[in-house]
C-alpha cells in the first residue's frame, strides 16, 4: 500500500519541524528558507485504539500496527511553476503524493522569520495554490497545442472530448480555482486522470498554532480564517503546534498520557493529522489476530476480498478460497472470538465480499 501524503508549506512555517515529530527523524529545521532540500519519506504507525482492543483480547505474543507514509518536500516560493527557489524540484516532487497536508503558520513569533515578512495563513495558502495552478495550466497548454491540431485535421472524437475538456479545465484553473473542485462525467474523469494534476488531488489543511494556544485552537484568529477557507473548499483543517508535537514524540505512552493532560489535550495534533490524512486517501484497516499475532493492515475501501488478502502476499490472493470474517464491534460486545461465532456473527466470505474498516479476518487459499 504505497499510497503517501507530502507535507507542504512556505517555507520556515514549521513542516520540517512536524515532519520530525511525525517520524521522530532527525530533518534539518533551520530558521532560513530550503533547510529541506530534498524530498524526506518517513513512515509512521497509525494510531488504532482497535489493535489494543483485539490484542487485550486474543493475548497474542505481539502486536504490529500498520504503517502510513509521509514526505516532507522543499519550501516553495513565488515563482516555483517557473522554476524561482526550489520550485521545479517542488513540483517534481509533489508529483509523487497522493495527497497533501498544507501546513500553515499560525503563530507570531519575532524569532523565527516568515518569507514574506508577515502572517497571513491564507496568503500563504493562496501562494502555493497559485503555483499549482500555474502547473497545471502549463501542462493542459502543452497538452492543447497537440490535442487541438489532431482534433481538427483528423475530425477524431476522442481527441475533440479531450479538446473540451482541457478548455473547461483551463478556464477553471485561470479563475483562481483548484481543479479538484471541479465535477466531469465518467467519460471526462478518463481524460482528467491521465493529466496527473497537481491541484486534483486531496488537501488537508494544517494550522500550525503556539503552545499556548492549541489547547483552544478556536481562540485562534488565524486559526479560524483557515477552517473558514477549508470549508469553502470542502477541506478539513487539523491545528498541531509542531514544536510541542516534537517534544510530545520523545516520550513514552505513559509520559506523552500525562503531557497531553497538562495541556488539557485528549489526543495529540500528530495522531488527528495522521488519522485524517489516513481517511483522506480513502483508506481503511483490517486485522488478523492469531495466538502469535494481532497485525493491523490498510487496504483501500472497496477492495473486494480476494485483493485485500493480497495485501498480506500475492499467494493470498491468487489462491483466495474464502475469508472468514467477524467485525471489531461483534468481537467487543461477545468478548471472544468463540462467543462472536456461537452468536452466529463469525461469517465466511466469498470473492465479492467487500471489505470493511475494522474487520478482523483469516483468509483461507490454495496455491
Known sequence: ???????????????????????????EAANYPFATIDPNVGVVEVPDKRLKDITEIIEPKKEVPTTFEFTDIAGIVKGASKGEGLGNKFLANIRQVD?????????????????????????DIETINLELIFADLETIDKRLAKTEKIARSTKDSEAVAEVAVLHKLKE???????????????????????????????????????????????????????????????AEVVP?????????????????????????????????????AYTLLGLGT??????????????????KAP???????????RGFIRAETVSYEHLMEYGSMAAAKEAGHYRSEGKDYVVQDGDIMLFRFNV
Open 307 to 317: 485483493e485485500a488478502a493480497g495485501v498480506i502476499h500475492s499467494d493470498f490472493e
Open 99 to 123: 495527497a497533501i497536508c498544507h501546513v500553515v503558520r499560525c503563530f507570531e513569533d519575532g524569532n523565527i522569520t516568515h518569507v514574506d515578512g508577515r502572517v497571513d495563513p491564507i496568503a
Open 172 to 234: 477553471h484553473l485561470e479563475a483562481g480555482k483548484l481543479a479538484n473542485s471541479l465535477e466531469f462525467t465518467k467519460e471526462e474523469e478518463a481524460i482528467v486522470r491521465s493529466l496527473f494534476l497537481l491541484t486534483r488531488k486531496d488537501m488537508l489543511y494544517v494550522a500550525n498554532i503556539g503552545e499556548d494556544e492549541i489547547s483552544h485552537p478556536e481562540s485562534n484568529k488565524f486559526y479560524q480564517d483557515v477552517k473558514a477557507l477549508a470549508e469553502e473548499q470542502g
Open 240 to 276: 498541531v503546534c509542531a514544536s510541542l508535537e516534537e517534544e510530545i514524540a520523545l516520550l513514552d505512552d505513559e509520559e506523552k498520557r500525562e503531557f497531553l493532560e497538562g495541556f488539557g489535550m485528549e489526543e495529540s495534533g500528530l495522531d488527528q493529522l495522521i488519522q485524517k
Open 1 to 27: 500500500m504505497a499510497l503517501t501524503a507530502g507535507i507542504v508549506g512556505l517555507p520556515n512555517v514549521g513542516k520540517s519541524t512536524l515532519f520530525n515529530a511525525i517520524t521522530k527523524a532527525g530533518v
Open 286 to 303: 483490517y486485522f488478523t489476530a492469531g495466538e502469535q499475532e494481532v497485525r493491523a493492515w490498510t487496504f483501500t475501501k472497496g477492495m
